[in-house]
């Protein structure tokens, strides 16, 4: 009688068949949600959030307050300025600081009035040719 002794291993180092991950699809663990119902989770949970923001949203009297608090706090004393450039035939408004007489913002920025101009003096649109 011959007897026949187990392999513990296959030749050359292969993996057992029986060895998880030899190709065979893992199964998912009882508990687990599916992808529909974790895409619901989800999607309660952004609602929930919206629903906290938009509660914590002030009014507009509570940001007219804030404002006028800023600014009384407010280092910078500004004046606004007023001018109409002819050129460009626009309105231009000007933060100015009052201490200084810098400039600290304008209205349009001195580039769309050099577009504005530039559009003026040709009389026409963005284009040199015509239709």
């Known amino acids: 009688m011959s007897s026949i002794t187990p392999i513990s291993a296959p030749p050359n180092g292969a993996t057992p068949a029986s060895t998880p991950g030899a190709g065979a699809l893992p199964r998912p663990l009882a508990g687990t949600p599916s992808p529909d119902a974790a895409l619901q989770a989800r999607e309660a949970q952004a609602k929930q959030a919206l629903a906290i923001q938009a509660s ?3 009014t507009a009297s509570e ?69």
């Open 63 to 131: 940001l007219q307050k804030q404002l006028e608090e800023a600014m009384a706090d407010a280092r910078v004393q500004t004046n606004l300025r007023f001018r109409v450039d002819e050129d460009a035939n626009r309105i231009v408004v000007s933060v100015v600081d009052s201490d200084t007489g810098e400039t600290i913002v304008q209205i349009p920025d001195e580039t769309a009035l050099t577009v504005a101009r530039r559009l003026a003096a040709t009389g026409r649109g963005l284009f040199d040719r015509e239709a």
């Open 56 to 58: 914590n949203k002030p």
